[in-house]
């Protein structure tokens, strides 16, 4: 048989099972590319998680998948232990970080993406240490294009609008709901969630509405038409 060349030799590594420091190599390698591919996206949107976040999550996840591998090949007395203990807990430890990146304000949420890139970008590198190339390309593929391209389609599909939050301060207890609502359809503002609270010491309340207002709405219109009930005192619309 002639002598192996380099192809040969990578190919090898590549399909290889088991976990040597050229296959763990390899495979930390290949998630920080692919953590970087989408962590790229997410710092370019200015997101709090950017690509450093990213290429750590993919690597880390890789790395338990590797040491989750390796422990029962390297020890005797674990050959029968389950190489997916470790690297289950991943998925479990990750949910905290992704968490953490979900922002709680005057009702509104944001971050929710991102937490559930930090979440499929942990599963993607679980699949890279596990060997699962080819899966782990064509996953991290496909984040990218629902992250890229559907964000238009769901734009066009909800309104081709921005989310706010609309609150409206009232000079009592029991504003006219119905009425507020028919002005903000009327202007083509769509509600999407609604809260109210009233004080009847103070005779006054306060309404939070999420709405998705369309770019090229007139904020001042709206305010007017709100200040004709006669009872609004302030008005507010936050990102």
Known sequence: MGEMTLWDTITDLFHSTEITPYTATIRLFISLVLGTLVGAERQLRRRDAGMRTFTLICMGSTGAMLVSIWIPQIYPDFLNGDPGRIAAQVLTGIGFLGAGAIIQSHGSIHGLTTAACIWVMAVIGLGVGAGMYLASVIGTILTLFVLLSLEELEKKLFLNGVNK???????????????????????????????????????????????????????????????????????????
Do not use: H, M, W
């Open 165 to 239: 939050i609309l609150t409206i301060s009232c000079k009592t207890a029991t504003p006219d709901i119905t009425s507020l609502r028919k002005i903000l359809l009327e202007k083509g503002v769509y509600i999407i969630s609604f809260s109210y609270e009233n004080d009847y010491d103070t005779d006054t309340s306060i309404i939070t509405l999420k709405v998705n207002v369309k770019s090229q709405s007139s904020y001042s219109q709206l305010f007017d038409e709100i200040r004709k009930e006669g009872y609004v005192t302030q008005i507010k619309l936050l990102a």
